[in-house]
């Protein structure tokens, strides 16, 4: 399973595992085919835009959502199996906790319902934010509510840290101070990270690692040191209003003509020759490539892939 | 009330743990509901208990059993309690019961729970088992105070064993019935996913059930039968026997219709008699002595029920995530 290389983490553990993941509700698949896999010890990033099907791949991880299809491992444990619950701590879009329960009730929450529970770190990360033991949760702010179920999530000391849109409610300061501390909490522990976003720019700073979702697809996954140079932006003169052929060699993720020029995304394969000005794009630009364009195929990093049908190699 | 306040400072403060897991969240997160429910058992049999000696007051001063009862020898208060009490099953299933799974549900602080390491099996057994419990101890005290005071004293109360305000309100039946509908309101709750929509369904359901069990409550014995002569007057004994039907019978065990022989003039009539040759009346019917049989079948009956809900509840929420 883990016969292929893992760059950055320790040889042969993958904190996620997926093969041919799928899930399907009542209106459609909002996740189909989806195989990648995750190395231990990586602050990852899920993009896509909304309704892509991160909240969904993410549900899948927590257990809140069953597989249509498909295979997850989380650390080598099948998601079914009870077993992996301690290792991962959940972090839902609107974090919900009871409202009526004061702080300390709802770290007590996680002493009560978690063996490996650090009622130390909850409580650290809990005061560093000013933020009252006895207050009921349900008169916090938006940012002290982000606090305590971070602290909540944290005292349960997870292997993987799963967190579904964190700073989407949050002001530019509380975001700040949030991903300082969940950096801080993360690199200290060495907890393998998932956060998702429809905004790269959120996640650009803190993540070495990018999933990139859309219309339930995986578009992009692997180092996000790695996704870049594997890209050139290509801008030259159009032959009979199309690509050069010397072009075609290529993987074309996104190509525009206007007149005689024409600009396009290529995915390189060897050395690009040809008359032609060849820039470095940014992730940004990358991403955005990949979402505009549903049929270029798949973009994976070495370690990323899992031998399956359906997929091809970078 | 200042009891509660000086103790719970104590109790938040408490080292060791009394509580533990998630009989501490189930507990803490029902707080309310917890105080709520008790105190509505205390107050109420409070209440019989205040209801049981005035009676006994009344009873007294007029002589009782010597003499006959003064009527009316209870209040309206005794109906109010009875009408309680037949209200209370119904109660426990819209509010404690529908929201139980379903405010988790809504709310996501199943998602909260269910993300923490127990499961969400383990979970749901913890809120449902509450749930059943605090029922199934607010009902038992509540049915066995009042069948305390109603028993001795039900030649003097006026109403009938086979009333939905007697027979459903002590013995077991009272406690199977809360049990039932607060099942199939928990059940309601985590189908509907809604607070709202499952407290109406549930409250709905309630109505139909309980009018379902008020139709067919005389089918849990087997009624039997006596026939006495047409000018005499039924047996003292069957006094607090319930009816099942009547008719009028020929020597030869013919049966006919009650009014059969209805007719306009006193001669017609018995002209009828004479023709028909009815010479009894025939009585079918409950005999007291069959109530507990009853109530322990029906009570049966309901928490067969009570054990298929539940047990539907825990296989679907097991099966797929809530």
Known sequence: MAETSNPGGSPGTWALEARGLGKRYRRGWALRDCSFRLPAGRICGLVGPNGAGKSTLLGLVSRQVAATRGDLRVFGVPVGDPEVMPRFAFLGQDKPMYKRFSV????????????????????????????????????LSGGQRTRVALALAFGKRPDLLLLDEPMADLDPLARDEMSTLL????????TTVVMSSHILAELEDMCDYLLVVADGRIRMAGDADALVPAH??????????????????HTVIEKRVQGRQFRAMVRTDGPLSGDWQVAVPSLEEVLLAHLRSQDAPPLYTPGAQIETEGTRTA | MSTTLTADPAARTARPRLLRGLTWLVLRQHRTTLCCVLALTVLGSLWIVYQRAQLIDVLDAAGWP????????????????????????????VFLGAPLIAADQEQGT?????????????????????????????????????????????????DNWMDTAVFDVTGPVLPALALFLTA???????????????????LG???????????FRDRLGSPRTIRYPLDGSMPARLDDAYEVDRWVGSADGQLYGWGSCAEATEKATNACIEEK???????????????????????????????ALTAFALWWTSRRPL
């Open chain 1, 104 to 139: 300390a009730e709802t770290l007590r929450i996680g002493c009560e319902l978690n063996p490996g529970w650090d009622a130390a770190a909850a409580e650290r990360i809990v005061r560093s934010g000013d933020v009252p033991m006895n207050a009921a949760v349900g008169t």
């Open chain 1, 183 to 190: 950096m801080a909490e993360a690199v200290e522990r060495g």
């Open chain 1, 232 to 249: 050139a932006l290509v801008t030259g003169l159009a032959e009979e209003g199309d690509l050069p052929a010397a072009l075609a060699r």
């Open chain 2, 66 to 93: 010597g003499k006959p009862a003064p009527v009316p020898v209870v209040g309206e208060a005794y109906g109010s309690l009875t009408s309680l009490l037949t209200l209370l099953p119904g109660v426990l299933a």
């Open chain 2, 110 to 158: 199943a998602q909260l729970v269910t993300t923490q390491s127990v499961t969400r099996r383990r979970w749901v057994v913890a809120k449902l088992g509450w749930c059943l419990l605090i029922t199934l101890v607010a009902c038992s005290v509540l049915s066995a105070v009042f069948t305390w005071w109603w028993h001795p004293y039900r030649s003097v109360l006026g």
């Open chain 2, 184 to 202: 199939a309101g928990f059940t309601i709750g985590i189908l509907v996913r809604r607070v709202l929509a499952s407290m109406v369904l549930t």
């Open chain 2, 205 to 215: 359901f309630t109505v139909v059930a309980q009018t379902a069990w008020d139709m």
């Open chain 2, 277 to 307: 040759g009815i010479v009894d009346n025939v009585f079918q019917y409950l005999d007291y002595d069959q109530m507990s049989a009853m109530q322990w079948t029906g009570a049966g009956i309901l928490l067969a029920g009570t054990a």
